[in-house]
Structures are given as structure tokens and as C-alpha cells.
């Protein structure tokens, strides 16, 4: 048995039996609501971004001073309300899932999800010490740190709806009555219920430490890395956790940096001041390190795959999907594809995702360990800035050639696993016509499209 078929034998049944789990389907067409928007955010965010000295200035001769600040408008309306979207998109889901109205599903996932989150946004005026709480929806939970409370609350949500739903708790008018003023009687006692459970699980959370749900889950999740430091086994701990969290859907980057990367800048910084005084680098780990060496791309080193994905796939969803994620990934980002492969919630794909940056980190660790590429010098770039060019400005020419390598490194190792979906999906796009065409033969009136 070759390795390929010793991984399609093990590794396909698991997949296949959560493809066909219920929560875990809502979660990932409804995250794929949304991806469409994440790509065109990513578009708008590459261009204010580019990373070119000059290339503010250049367009500010055009469009004015702040032009850059300006496009990255649509931005902010995706990727930092994006959990406000998924909470729509995995509340119509499941409740199509569950039989029960879309539209309603989706409005009371959102209502839930806002009775959990604290209206109230922590203010600091500059060149002031005072904190102001002001009233407002607070962004810092509508982007990527929400998620994960996103997606359960929508489950959870519609879950009650869907039970209150089905045991028949609902207003019936009489027939004469308009349908849409029909179907808003039917899910108020539905609604209710769930409201009130949301209500009980907020006032709960009152009364702890936290105050409420969203910080106790984003204080839990970070605990397991509050001793990450300094060391190849830190590094190595924290990017587990990272593309661990991506894989459940929760921004990985967003939960880990917040307790690593002041660690990293410390370290980046020490290097700076030892570079600008002609003294020996001090540190392997620092904030170069993690964006120049250890992922391409953005997590997963994604670009690995995109490129592995456009010389072997044959499918129309996976060639498609990579080409348009092609050039956001070569600037390091990569939602669209994490997204919409998906990575998130596929195990077969989790296993390189996490395997390909480590190896990054642990090659490039060593090679510098062993002198044979310089430390990365401190000096902060813009994470968009692509492969080679990041490397060449943060150790020179040497560190630029291995980031070649590197991807290299990582297009044979997503090779394998893309194979075996690859396959998967193919199988599924050559079948769907003729299933279409049977359903029409065999009852022309009930198929609709």
C-alpha cells in the first residue's frame, strides 16, 4: 500500500463523517456565505497596502493625502464585521438544516448574539489616562475575536428555535391572513424562547470575573500560551494553538499574537538596537522570524498550497478558487482559501496546515543557529510585503533563497493531501450533471432550481 492510498483509507472515512454532520455543514456554508466579501475586502486592503517605498505618496499626487485610509473603507465593512456576518450565514444554514425557516433562523442568531455581547466600547483619549466606556457596538467582537462565539451562539440559538418550532409552540392565524404577517406570528413564541435562554446564560456571566461571555472564552483560549517565550519550543507550541484555532474557525493569528507577538516585538527590537549599533544579533525568534520565515502566504503557508493546488488539481472548484486566492496570498492573505477549500473544519487538510509552517520554522531556526543565514535584523516591514523581497530586506540575499526553498518545501508537502480531495471533489463535479438530469426525469414538477 502506497502513502498516498494509506492516507485516503484512513483519513477520508473521518472526513467524510463530518462532511455529513449537520452543525459542522451550517458552519461551513455559512462561512462561505461570506467569501465572496473576504475576497473582495482582500482585493481593496492588497491595493492600500502594496508594499512599495513610496507607493503612498506616489498616489497621493492623484488622490490626495489619506487616500490609502480611505479605500480601506470596504475592508473594515468585511473582515471587522465579519463575525456578523457569520453569525447570519451559519443561522440560515442550520436552520435550513433543521427544517425551519432561513431568514428567522439568521435574525434570531444575530438578536442572540448581540444580547451576549456588552455594548459598550473602552475609550482612552490620547494624551489622557482617564478610560471612557462609551455605548456602541463594540468592533473588537464583530471581527475575528468574535467568531468563535458566533458560531456557537448560532448554533445554539436555532437549535432552540428549531425544537420550540417543531414541538409546535407557535401562533396560527387564519388562512386569510398574508403570509408574511402569518410566519412573523408563527416564530414570536419560538423567538421568545430563545431570547430568554440567551438572557439567563448573559446575566450568568454578569456575575463572574469576566463580566461577560466574550472575555471569559478569549481569556480561556489564550491561558494555554501565557508561557510561551524566547525558545524553538515556544514558537513551535504557540503556531500549534494558531492553526488549531484557525481549524475551528476562530482567527488564529488574532488570539495567539495577542499573548506572543509583545514577546516577538521585544525580541525584534533587541535586534534593531544591535543592528543599528554594529553589535551581534541577538535573537533567532523575533517578529521577522514569524512573518518572513515561518509562513508564506499567511497561515498554513498557504502559498505553498495555492501554487501545489494549480499544478496538480483537475477540479473546477479547487483550480478556480486558488487562482482567484493567487494573488492575495501572495501578500499574505489567505482567508479566502481557508474559507473556501475549506481548511477550517477539514481534517485532511488540517494536518499539513500545520505541519508545513512548523517545518518552515524549524529549517529556518536552524539555519540561522548554524550561521548559515544571517538573523533577521529587526527592521519592521509591512506584512503584505511578498516572499524574497521580505527575506532580502530582513537578512539579505541568503535569507531571501531560502524562502524559496522553503516554498518549494511546502508545495511537496500539500501535494499528497490535495490529491486526495482533490479527487474527492472531481468525483462530485463529474456526478452532478447526471444527477441533475435524472431528478428531471423522474419528476419534472417537483424539480426546481
Same mark, same amino acid.
Given at each position: 500500500?502506497?502513502f498516498?492510498?494509506m ?6 472515512p473521518i ?5 455529513k454532520?449537520?452543525y459542522l455543514?451550517?458552519i /461551513?456554508?455559512?462561512?462561505?456565505i ?5 475576497i473582495i475586502g482582500?482585493?481593496f486592503?492588497? $491595493?492600500a497596502n502594496?508594499p512599495?517605498p513610496g507607493?503612498v ?7 490626495g493625502?489619506?487616500?490609502?485610509? /480611505?479605500? $480601506?473603507?470596504p475592508v @473594515? ?5 465579519m ?8 443561522g440560515?444554514?442550520f436552520g ?6 432561513g431568514?428567522?433562523?439568521?435574525i434570531?442568531?444575530?438578536?442572540s448574539?448581540f444580547i451576549?455581547?456588552?455594548? #459598550? ?5 490620547p494624551?489622557?489616562?482617564e ?6 457596538i ?8 468574535g ?5 456557537i451562539t448560532?448554533i445554539?440559538?436555532v437549535?432552540i428555535f428549531a ?8 401562533i396560527r392565524?387564519?388562512e386569510a $391572513? +398574508?403570509?408574511? #404577517?402569518?410566519?412573523s406570528f ?5 423567538s421568545a424562547?430563545?431570547?430568554l435562554?440567551?438572557?439567563?446564560i448573559?446575566t450568568?456571566?454578569?456575575?463572574? +470575573?469576566?463580566k461577560?461571555?466574550?472575555?471569559? $472564552?478569549?481569556?480561556?483560549?489564550q ?11 515556544a514558537?513551535i507550541?504557540?503556531y500549534?494553538f494558531?492553526?488549531l484555532?484557525?481549524?475551528?474557525g476562530?482567527?488564529g493569528?488574532?488570539?495567539?499574537g ?6 516577538? /516585538?521585544?525580541?525584534?527590537l ?14 533567532? =525568534?523575533t517578529?521577522s522570524f ?12 498557504t502559498?505553498?498550497?495555492?501554487i ?11 483550480r ?7 494573488v492575495?496570498?501572495?501578500?499574505g =492573505? ?15 487538510m488540517?494536518?499539513?496546515?500545520v505541519?508545513?509552517?512548523t517545518?518552515n ?11 548559515i ?6 527592521v519592521?516591514i ?5 516572499i524574497?523581497?521580505?527575506?532580502f530586506?530582513?537578512?539579505?540575499? @541568503?535569507?531571501?533563497?531560502l524562502q524559496i ?5 511546502? =508545495? ?7 490529491k486526495?480531495?482533490? @479527487?474527492q471533489?472531481l ?5 452532478a ?6 431528478a428531471?426525469d ?7 432550481l
Amino acid at each position: 500500500m502506497n502513502f498516498m492510498q494509506m492516507l485516503e483509507d484512513v483519513l477520508m472515512p473521518i472526513a467524510e463523517k463530518i462532511g455529513k454532520n449537520k452543525y459542522l455543514l451550517a458552519i /461551513r456554508d455559512g462561512f462561505l456565505i461570506s467569501s465572496p466579501l473576504l475576497i473582495i475586502g482582500s482585493l481593496f486592503l492588497l $491595493v492600500a497596502n502594496f508594499p512599495i517605498p513610496g507607493w503612498v505618496d506616489f498616489w497621493a499626487q492623484f488622490f490626495g493625502d489619506g487616500w490609502a485610509s /480611505r479605500l $480601506v473603507q470596504p475592508v @473594515k465593512a468585511t473582515f471587522d464585521v465579519m463575525t456578523i456576518l457569520t453569525v447570519l450565514g451559519v443561522g440560515y444554514s442550520f436552520g435550513r438544516q433543521e427544517d425551519v425557516d432561513g431568514i428567522s433562523s439568521a435574525i434570531i442568531a444575530l438578536v442572540s448574539f448581540f444580547i451576549l455581547t456588552p455594548f #459598550v466600547t473602552i475609550f482612552t483619549p490620547p494624551n489622557a489616562t482617564e478610560i471612557y466606556m462609551i455605548n456602541s457596538i463594540p468592533l473588537a467582537w464583530m471581527g475575528s475575536k468574535g467568531i468563535f462565539i458566533g458560531l456557537i451562539t448560532s448554533i445554539f440559538s436555532v437549535s432552540i428555535f428549531a425544537k420550540a418550532w417543531k414541538k409546535g409552540w407557535i401562533i396560527r392565524l387564519p388562512e386569510a $391572513v +398574508p403570509p408574511a #404577517v402569518a410566519r412573523s406570528f408563527e416564530v414570536l413564541i419560538p423567538s421568545a424562547v430563545v431570547m430568554l435562554v440567551i438572557f439567563i446564560i448573559k446575566t450568568i456571566f454578569d456575575f463572574t +470575573p469576566y463580566k461577560d461571555i466574550h472575555t471569559f $472564552v478569549y481569556t480561556f483560549l489564550q491561558s494555554p500560551l501565557t508561557k510561551a517565550g524566547n525558545t524553538l519550543g515556544a514558537m513551535i507550541t504557540a503556531y500549534v494553538f494558531l492553526h488549531l484555532f484557525w481549524f475551528f474557525g476562530i482567527n488564529g493569528s488574532s488570539v495567539v499574537g495577542a499573548v506572543f507577538n509583545p514577546v516577538l /516585538r521585544v525580541l525584534s527590537l533587541e535586534n534593531l538596537d544591535a543592528f543599528q549599533n554594529g553589535s551581534p544579533l541577538p535573537n533567532i =525568534i523575533t517578529g521577522s522570524f514569524q512573518d518572513m520565515f515561518a509562513t508564506f502566504g499567511g497561515a498554513g503557508s498557504t502559498l505553498s498550497l495555492l501554487i501545489a493546488a494549480l499544478i496538480v488539481c483537475k477540479s473546477e472548484r479547487i483550480r478556480k478558487l486558488s487562482g482567484l486566492s493567487l494573488v492575495p496570498g501572495i501578500f499574505g =492573505i489567505n482567508e479566502p482559501i481557508i474559507y473556501g477549500l475549506p481548511i477550517m473544519l477539514n481534517p485532511l487538510m488540517f494536518i499539513p496546515f500545520v505541519i508545513v509552517p512548523t517545518v518552515n520554522i524549524i529549517i529556518a531556526y536552524y539555519a540561522m543557529l548554524w550561521n548559515i543565514i544571517p538573523y533577521t535584523n529587526g527592521v519592521s516591514i509591512p506584512w503584505t510585503t511578498p516572499i524574497f523581497i521580505s527575506g532580502f530586506l530582513v537578512t539579505g540575499l @541568503k535569507g531571501a533563497i531560502l524562502q524559496i526553498i522553503l516554498l518549494v518545501l511546502g =508545495i511537496f508537502m500539500y501535494i499528497p493531501f490535495l490529491k486526495i480531495i482533490d @479527487k474527492q471533489y472531481l468525483k462530485e463535479e463529474l456526478s452532478a450533471p447526471k444527477k441533475e438530469v435524472n431528478a428531471s426525469d423522474d419528476n419534472d414538477d417537483d424539480f426546481k432550481l
